[in-house]
């Protein structure tokens, strides 16, 4: 759920750029996958769950990871840790095909 919902923000607010596009039609794929539960779709969310941070250090390095609002970063977190929580990555391994 909160893939889609960060596809929704990255769609708003983001400007439209192939990057900008590439990266909401991911998390939304990934959003999809997850919910069909296919392996391919916990690793796509994986991807697009880092790609903030390695985007941000690629263009400001260091001080361009933690360079945005703080809401904006705590919901990166918090999909970040929920998709490598222990239980979900439990859940993934043993009922994902």
Not at 8 to 24: H, P, R
Not at 34 to 62: D, H, T
Request: glycine fraction near 10%; charged fraction near 10%; hydrophobic fraction near 60%.
């Amino acid at each position: 759920m909160l893939l889609y919902v960060s596809a929704a923000f990255d769609a708003l607010f983001a400007l439209f750029s192939v990057f900008g596009i590439l990266i909401v039609a991911g998390k939304v794929a990934a959003g999809y996958l997850i919910a069909n539960e296919r392996k391919v779709g916990y690793q796509l969310g994986l991807v697009m769950a880092f790609s903030p941070f390695v985007l941000r250090f690629l263009v400001g390095g260091f001080d361009g990871i933690l360079g945005t609002g703080i809401l904006s970063l705590m919901f990166e977190i918090l999909l970040v840790a929920l998709l490598l929580h222990e239980q979900s990555r439990e859940h993934q391994r043993i009922w994902f095909s």
